[in-house]
């Protein structure tokens, strides 16, 4: 990510691949959407974001992955 704090990396989340179809798409969607929540830092967006893309990756077809937000509260909290 790069932005006025600098250039920084973060980590991806291990999932079994299935498919990477919309891997990209849903990344990008949710961070729209996690930069609707101006209380999270850079870092609790990109790792919402990134959490939605590799749980994307996890089924066959570009949607069929997509989770809920109980599903993504869920899958970082576990990670």
């Given amino acids: 990510v790069c932005s006025d704090e600098g250039v920084q990396r973060f980590p991806t989340f291990p999932v079994e691949v299935v498919d990477t179809t919309g891997a990209g798409d849903a990344f990008h969607g949710a961070f ?41 509260d869920a899958f970082i909290a576990s990670h």
């Fill in 32 to 72: 729209m959407v996690a930069l609707l929540h101006e209380e999270w830092d850079i870092a609790q967006k990109v790792q919402f974001a990134s959490a939605v893309g590799a749980m994307n990756c996890r089924s066959m077809g570009g949607r069929t992955g997509l989770p809920t937000l109980t599903e993504v």
